[in-house]
């Protein structure tokens, strides 16, 4: 059961609504698949509201746009103060690029223009993606995930971050 044409412009609170009543109609025993929605923290809310499964291009597009997400926030890797950080880009990743490249270099590959960092990053932003996934399911297996969820969106909104992160 799929739900689609929902991301493409309108309010969140407009998308949240039509998912509430959308799935009232589709079977809980059956997977929910919601189409083309990719923010975390929209994924979280349409979790909470039912929905099993997401496909989006925002790990992969905002990663080659120097865009990664963390579990601080969104960083900017092309800002300056990069330059110099030899820190890992999340502490709390495991990730293939967090494990073996800091930010200065990921910075340095993409003021460059080279190819590398548009994988690194889009390695880690799908690394991300799995875990956020992967934590929610343990969380609801739990029996916390509103609470979870509402201090991981105050951490990864994409709105809230991109601006204090430049």
């Known amino acids: 059961y799929a ?4 991301a ?14 959308t799935t009232g109609f589709m079977p809980e025993n059956k997977p929910r698949y ?13 979790i909470e509201r039912g929905i099993d499964m997401f496909d989006c291009v925002m790990p992969t597009r905002n990663g080659r746009n120097a865009y990664l997400f963390t579990s601080k926030g969104v960083l ?6 990069y330059k110099d950080d030899f820190s890992v880009m999340d502490e709390d990743c495991g990730c293939y690029t967090c494990r073996n490249y800091s930010k200065a270099y990921l910075r340095h590959l993409f003021v460059a223009g080279e190819i590398l960092a548009l994988e690194l990053a ?25 609470d979870w969820k509402k201090e991981m969106i105050n951490k ?11």
Do not use: C, W
């Not at 739900?3 to 929902?6: A, C, D, R, S, Y």
């Not at 412009?9 to 509430?20: F, K, T």
């Open 76 to 81: 900017s890797m092309k800002n300056a103060k």
């Open 8 to 21: 493409v412009g309108e309010p969140v609170e407009i998308m949240y609504d039509l998912v509430d009543f």
């Open 34 to 46: 919601l189409m083309g929605v990719g923010r975390p923290e929209n994924l979280l809310e349409a």
């Open 156 to 166: 990864v909104s994409l709105t809230n971050k991109i601006t204090t992160e430049e």
């Open 122 to 146: 889009s390695i880690h932003n799908l690394f991300f993606y799995i875990k956020l996934m992967q934590t929610s399911r343990e969380k609801i297996i739990e029996g916390n995930f509103s």
């Open 3 to 6: 739900i689609g044409g929902l």
